[in-house]
T-cell receptor
Framework: AQSVTQPDIHITVSEGASLELRCNYSYGATPYLFWYVQSPGQGLQLLLKYFSGDTLVQGIKGFEAEFKRSQSSFNLRKPSVHWSDAAEYFCAYTSGSARQLTFGSGTQLTVLP | NAGVMQNPRHLVRRRGQEARLRCSPMKGHSHVYWYRQLPEEGLKFMVYLQKENIIDESGMPKERFSAEFPKEGPSILRIQQVVRGDSAAYFC??????????????FGPGTRLTVL
């Protein structure tokens, strides 16, 4: 079955440290991949997306993600984390034609001062 | 350009009552999607609608749930005879019909439904 896996339920980093959140997908063709962020009690904000082309995509708030077909991964990175980045992060994909998003289980990010 | 709007933001219902959740898509968007976020279960797709059409309802529970997106007005997710297990956050998303962004969904703030 097609799925998205976020292996890290919870990650804690210190402010100013680098961050990498993992995402693996299981899908035959190249999916459309997304990262969303959700602050407590809020909706989901789109950070970045990958459809095709350059495998390194830049997003908002200084985030980037790299699509690696050989590893079926789409990991999210940020070189220097800010306290305001504390939130839950969701990786998601769609096949394009199906339209519906399939989400990973999310990674909760805690940022230490 | 206003984002996706949902109301109410919080809704409390007693078991057996009806819940109506509203979603107004972003300006220029004609596709609407509903998702449910249950504790310990994550975000799950429910239904995909275009104006006056249900395109994909594969994620909708078979009973008590319905959705519509009329020609005029917001999309409505309706839950009849609510039960405690319906307590969740319900999110609406929208996307444009065509163009470079057609496969990108933008989410509203959600409606938190609590069933007493």
């Amino acid at each position: 079955a097609q799925s998205v896996t976020q292996p890290d339920i919870h990650i804690t980093v210190s402010e100013g440290a680098s961050l990498e959140l993992r995402c693996n997908y299981s899908y035959g063709a190249t999916p459309y991949l997304f990262w969303y962020v959700q602050s407590p009690g809020q909706g989901l904000q789109l950070l970045l997306k990958y459809f095709s082309g350059d495998t390194l995509v830049q997003g908002i708030k200084g985030f980037e993600a790299e699509f690696k077909r050989s590893q079926s991964s789409f990991n999210l990175r940020k070189p220097s984390v800010h306290w305001s980045d504390a939130a839950e992060y969701f990786c998601a994909y769609t096949s394009g034609s199906a339209r519906q998003l399939t989400f990973g289980s999310g990674t909760q990010l805690t940022v230490l001062p | 350009n206003a984002g996706v709007m949902q109301n109410p933001r919080h809704l409390v219902r007693r078991r057996g009552q009806e819940a109506r959740l509203r979603c107004s898509p972003m300006k220029g968007h004609s596709h609407v999607y509903w998702y449910r976020q249950l504790p310990e279960e994550g975000l799950k797709f429910m239904v995909y609608l275009q104006k006056e059409n249900i395109i994909d309802e594969s994620g909708m529970p078979k009973e008590r749930f319905s959705a519509e997106f009329p020609k005029e007005g917001p999309s409505i997710l309706r839950i009849q005879q609510v039960v405690r297990g319906d307590s969740a956050a319900y999110f609406c998303a929208s996307s444009p019909r065509a163009g470079a962004d057609e496969d990108t969904q933008y989410f509203g703030p959600g409606t938190r439904l609590t069933v007493l």
